[in-house]
């Protein structure tokens, strides 16, 4: 008879259906990209919305944020890569609490992520969970998320770019301004 220690651990297709499950509605994966530009310090948020032509067919959606974005090749790792990262102290923390939010924009669509010196596409429906990482490229000071469609949301809920923007605006976060607002709370991003 021999004792010793073993330790459980989690498939990588258990992840994969974290990601995919937690996502529930496109405004709802906004809005998390949105929080996370806020907690990043920004100032402005902008949230585009294209509809389906040429090379995104199913439609593009860009959140583009002038916050501190990811600034190492560490933060990559710890922050990006992994999901369910427990917050350190020098974290900007309003909402954050997971670590598994932007996981919800990786459903939707082939993320495109710029920030810094980094690039980062995440394609989990054909891909998934290897990605392609880009370092050493002109600085970017601001993060650009884009998000090619799996699925065009104008067969969902949404019978136009204005609805999709409408929902969202309804959701409650109002960029451009600081302090930022949320739910009618002023939220400090210092
Ligand atoms: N726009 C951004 N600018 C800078 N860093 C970002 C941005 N978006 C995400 N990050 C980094 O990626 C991490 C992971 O984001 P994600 O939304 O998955 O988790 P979280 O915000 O930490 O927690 P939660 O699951 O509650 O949203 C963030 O903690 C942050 O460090
Ligand atoms: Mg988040």
């Known amino acids: ?10 498939h990588p297709a258990l992840l994969m259906r974290v990601i995919l499950d ?10 998390e990209g949105d929080m996370n530009a806020i907690e990043a310090g920004s100032e402005e948020v902008r949230n585009i919305f294209k509809e389906g032509q040429g090379k995104w067919e199913n439609g593009l959606i860009t959140i583009e944020d002038d916050g501190i974005g990811i ?24 909402w ?6 932007r996981g919800q924009l990786f459903a939707y669509g082939r993320n495109t992520w710029r920030t810094g010196t980094f690039k980062m596409v995440v394609d989990i429906k054909n891909k998934g969970l290897d990605y392609d990482f880009e370092d050493g490229l002109p ?5 650009k998320i884009e998000v090619e469609l799996y699925e065009n949301p104008f067969n969902w809920s ?11 605006a ?20 210092g």
Request: charged letters at 30%; aromatic letters at 10%.
């Open 170 to 189: 309804s959701s409650g976060v109002h960029a451009g301004t600081h302090p930022f607002q949320w739910n009618s709370t002023e939220y400090s991003s």
């Open 22 to 31: 937690q996502a529930c509605v496109l405004e709802k994966a906004i809005l």
């Open 139 to 143: 600085h970017f000071n601001r993060t």
């Open 71 to 94: 600034r190492s090749e560490q933060e990559v790792e710890e922050f990006f890569d992994e999901f369910g990262r427990p917050h350190d102290d020098s974290e900007n923390i309003i």
């Open 96 to 101: 954050k609490r997971f670590r598994m939010g």
């Open 158 to 168: 949404y019978n136009s770019v204005d609805a999709l923007r409408q929902d969202q």
């Open 1 to 10: 008879m021999a004792k010793r220690k073993r330790r459980l651990k989690m």
